[in-house]
């Protein structure tokens, strides 16, 4: 951990974090205010008044920094950082700063099903503060301890669900995609597999193509004889396709019907592609236009 890694308040010595005291001050001024029933925005417009440093090559301060701190309950000395506000001083500014703040968090079918592939925290939505028909989407990391801790982007709820659209469209469209079950996969490679054998007795084969027909053969193993999971998969399979099947003549798809087939949906900031996983174990990507 290097000196840009470490919350406002805190600096590295000999590699231990302890209290930087100038700027322990700032965040005690800042937790004082809160407990006073000041808002966020009235923090940082004091601040911003007293012309009170800024960190992170931030101009000002703003409601969001401000509420970072304010939530962050490390600085009451929890986990490897020193302690800089007591609990009840926390417990207090927090009580009194969510009455202040404005409630721009909603309620989404997908809340609990989208993860972040940076950080692997759940994304929520939240109304746009300066716009609030509009729903954008934040990892929760990145929206309660900023960018240096989560690279993610934040995600227009339009552009995701247009994205989760057209993966499912997809599928509804042609029902041949959806997978049955790994064991029947395995027989459509027979083909394959019989050539990498005859390479592998000829000698010509690649460490690549060795490393696929082991792959092939532990799956064989792993599934030939367990008749139980092999039922078990194809319940989940024949309700993936009932789902999709009955949205087929539908203008819009029924995304609580989309809950009961889903296990997850990781959004990939870096490459711009939502992969969505499926009860059966399928996966799904898309492009996302972030």
Not at 105 to 133: A, V, W
Not at 137 to 154: A, E, H, I, L, M
């Amino acid at each position: 951990m290097d000196e840009h890694h470490v919350y406002v308040g805190y600096a590295i010595k000999d590699g231990k974090i302890i209290i930087k005291k100038d700027e322990a001050e700032i965040v005690k001024r800042i937790f004082k205010y809160a407990k006073e029933g000041k808002s966020a925005n009235h923090i940082a417009r004091i601040l911003n008044n007293d012309k009170v440093r800024t960190f992170y090559n931030a101009k000002s301060w703003y409601h969001p920094r401000i509420l970072q701190i304010i939530r962050n309950q490390d600085y009451t000395g929890i986990g490897i950082y020193p302690k800089i506000i007591q609990s009840a001083d926390f417990q207090k500014a927090n009580t009194n700063i969510i009455d202040k703040t404005p409630k721009l968090k909603i309620e989404h079918p997908f809340i609990g099903f989208i993860k972040c592939d940076s950080c692997h925290c759940l994304y929520y939505p939240y109304k746009n503060r300066y716009n609030h028909s509009k729903i954008e989407w934040y990892c929760n990391t990145r929206k309660n301890k900023g960018k240096r801790y989560c690279s993610s982007c934040v995600i227009s709820n339009d552009k995701l669900e247009n994205s989760i659209n057209n993966a499912f469209k997809k599928l509804i469209d042609n029902p041949r995609k959806i997978e049955i079950h790994p064991k029947i996969i395995h027989y459509q490679h027979s083909a394959e597999i019989r050539h990498l054998q005859h390479s592998l007795e000829d000698g010509i084969t690649n460490k690549k193509d060795i490393n696929y027909l082991l792959n092939i053969a532990q799956m064989k193993a792993q599934f030939e004889y367990d008749d139980s999971l092999i039922e078990n998969h194809m319940l989940l399979y024949q309700k993936v396709y009932k789902s999709l099947s009955m949205m087929r003549n539908r203008d819009m798809l029924d995304y609580k019907m989309i809950t009961e087939i889903l296990k997850e949906i990781i959004i990939d900031s870096t490459n711009k592609r939502v992969y969505i996983e499926l009860i059966n174990d399928q996966i799904i990507e898309e492009s996302i236009n972030i």
